[in-house]
């Protein structure tokens, strides 16, 4: 069964006194539905449209794409640079070890928390191979995807010998420096979940949400995006 058919329009159509046969339809035509009716539904039924909608259709949507970018803008953990780099791996560029920060925690957890801080030699020692573990579990997770992504740039069709030779006689480009690593990856993933790319997150808490209408500031967006087009 398709998504049109999963989703049921009429609480939707029956909450704006609108009849059945409206267009454009809330079950066929629901982006275009939702960018005429967004603001005058409550999220319940918002809600609904995350049966026949995906979160990159949604994106043309101006009061989504704004509710977005305000969560960016508040900065939501997920989005840290550490918490960002463990849920999407293969978009970090870095050059450290993966596993890194989630090993620092789970040695910081053993050696604070594990038995209330008591039998502190053997807690020290359960630290040290909770960190290994740790560093190795994630180090196979980021080469794993690391793979896959690799097997499928290779699946891609190749470029012609001639456009090779171009790219040959270009001076390489300098390398990037940590900061500006970290600021270009950050940036990336923003991008990405604005425009309904990211995976792996969880958009129906963002564009469902009218907390995020709050102090709708048009001007601010079109800053951001204007920044974007200048990096």
Same mark, same amino acid.
């Given at each position: 069964?398709?998504?049109?058919?999963?989703?049921?329009?009429?609480? &939707?159509?029956?909450?704006?006194? *609108?009849?059945? +046969? %409206?267009?454009?339809?809330?079950?066929?035509?629901? /982006?275009?539905?939702? @960018?005429?009716?967004?603001?005058?539904?409550?999220?319940?039924?918002?809600?609904?449209?995350?049966?026949?909608?995906?979160?990159?259709?949604?994106?043309?949507?101006?009061?989504?794409?704004?509710?977005?970018?305000?969560?960016?803008?508040?900065?939501?953990?997920?989005?840290?640079?550490?918490?960002?780099?463990?849920?999407?791996?293969?978009?970090?560029?870095?050059?450290?070890?993966?596993?890194?920060?989630?090993?620092?925690?789970?040695?910081?957890?053993?050696?604070?928390?594990?038995?209330?801080?008591?039998?502190?030699?053997? &807690?020290?020692?359960?630290?040290? *191979?909770?960190? +290994? %573990?740790?560093?190795?579990?994630?180090?196979?997770? /980021?080469?794993?995807? @690391?793979?896959?992504?690799?097997?499928?740039?290779?699946?891609?069709?190749?470029?012609?010998?001639?456009?090779?030779?171009?790219?040959?006689?270009?001076?390489?480009?300098?390398?990037?420096?940590?900061?500006?690593?970290?600021?270009?990856?950050?940036?990336?993933?923003?991008?990405?979940?604005?425009?309904?790319?990211?995976?792996?997150?969880?958009?129906?808490?963002?564009?469902?949400?009218?907390?995020?209408?709050?102090?709708?500031?048009?001007?601010?967006?079109?800053?951001?995006?204007?920044?974007?087009?200048?990096?």
């Amino acid at each position: 069964m398709s998504a049109t058919r999963d989703f049921d329009s009429a609480p &939707v159509l029956s909450y704006l006194a *609108l009849p059945d +046969d %409206y267009q454009p339809s809330p079950q066929t035509a629901p /982006v275009e539905f939702l @960018r005429k009716h967004i603001r005058e539904l409550p999220p319940h039924l918002l809600a609904l449209f995350s049966a026949n909608t995906t979160p990159r259709e949604r994106t043309v949507v101006p009061e989504i794409r704004s509710r977005r970018l305000k969560y960016v803008e508040s900065k939501p953990p997920e989005f840290s640079l550490a918490e960002a780099k463990s849920t999407w791996p293969a978009l970090w560029e870095g050059r450290e070890r993966p596993g890194t920060e989630q090993a620092k925690a789970e040695k910081e957890w053993a050696d604070k928390e594990f038995m209330g801080g008591t039998v502190q030699q053997q &807690v020290g020692k359960l630290g040290e *191979l909770l960190r +290994d %573990y740790e560093e190795e579990r994630e180090s196979e997770r /980021v080469r794993t995807i @690391r793979r896959q992504r690799a097997e499928y740039i290779e699946s891609l069709p190749e470029e012609d010998e001639e456009s090779d030779e171009d790219e040959d006689d270009q001076a390489p480009l300098p390398e990037p420096s940590p900061i500006e690593n970290e600021a270009w990856f950050q940036r990336n993933i923003q991008e990405r979940f604005i425009y309904g790319f990211l995976e792996s997150i969880d958009y129906d808490k963002v564009d469902w949400n009218e907390q995020w209408d709050e102090d709708l500031d048009r001007e601010a967006e079109e800053r951001w995006f204007d920044d974007e087009e200048e990096d």
